[in-house]
């Protein structure tokens, strides 16, 4: 298993990867985790991504670091604000977190971004954590660059990635990480004195994944792109929403200030009055309070009818 992913992982991103360096997981949350758990001390100072995946903030404190927010901003496509960045990043930080495409905007990080980001770690003397997830899932020919491609990265890097998104692999448990040698072996120690290991089926079904065809991973990505210009098309009819089109991944992220309600409040008042379940934007950080995150896994004949349902709850 380590074998394959090290070859097609390097191959993906035009990198060298040594078995050694790779740590299968039941999921890709140990590989969030775990690094965090040997990398961070009492105080040690992480920057990470707000609106972000919640575990984020979550495992840098279990850890008893200290979690400090970098705000994705909307007129930067969701990428990192550059100039908030440079004011926290300091001689503290330890660890910078990286999501790109990104759970809950959809945002993808520019590889100008990335080398100005790349520079500060390289200054600072830190690690990167890259959570990889959705890197296949992008759209308008774009790609998700991965920061370990840059001079002198490779070596701070943790590069987390996974099944449950490209593969549609969810319940099966199964993700990965790539980090240096000495940090895989620690990480390795973790996992086998709290999870054991990975399930035996489970990796045999994905070294199938990885090495059979890849076709319907591009048709899956193609479908995602016609579903994704469906739901933001129709949420911007909606009054008080505006929504940028996602570079990534499968969620939409829209702007719902203009309701004059909070995204607790309306969230709620959709699912009560329009039958839709979505997510607030403001368990994901505080940053996300304004916004909405809506998936568009579904059929799109599923999300004509769930924008159509908002529709009529909000005019």
Known sequence: MREVLAEDAGQRRGIKIHPDEVVVSPGGKPNLFFPTLALIESGDEVIYPNPGFPTYEAMIKVADGVPVAIPLVEENGFSFDLEAFDKLVNERTKLIILNSPSNPTGGVIPAADLEHIAS??????????????????????????????????????IIVDGFSKTYAMTGWRLGFGIMPKELAARIDLLLTHSIGSTAHFTQIAGIEAVTGPQEMVNVMVSEYQLRRNVIVDGLNTIPGFTCQKPQGAFYAFPNITGTGMDSTELANLILEKAGVALLPGNPFGGYGEGYLRLSYANSIENIEK?????????I
């Open 306 to 314: 769930g924008i159509e349902r908002i529709r009529t709850v909000l």
């Open 120 to 157: 500060q770690i390289e200054r600072y003397d830190c690690w990167v954590m890259s959570d990889e997830l959705y890197t296949r899932i992008v759209y308008d020919g774009l790609e998700a660059p991965s920061i370990a491609t840059l001079p002198e990265m490779r070596e701070r890097t």
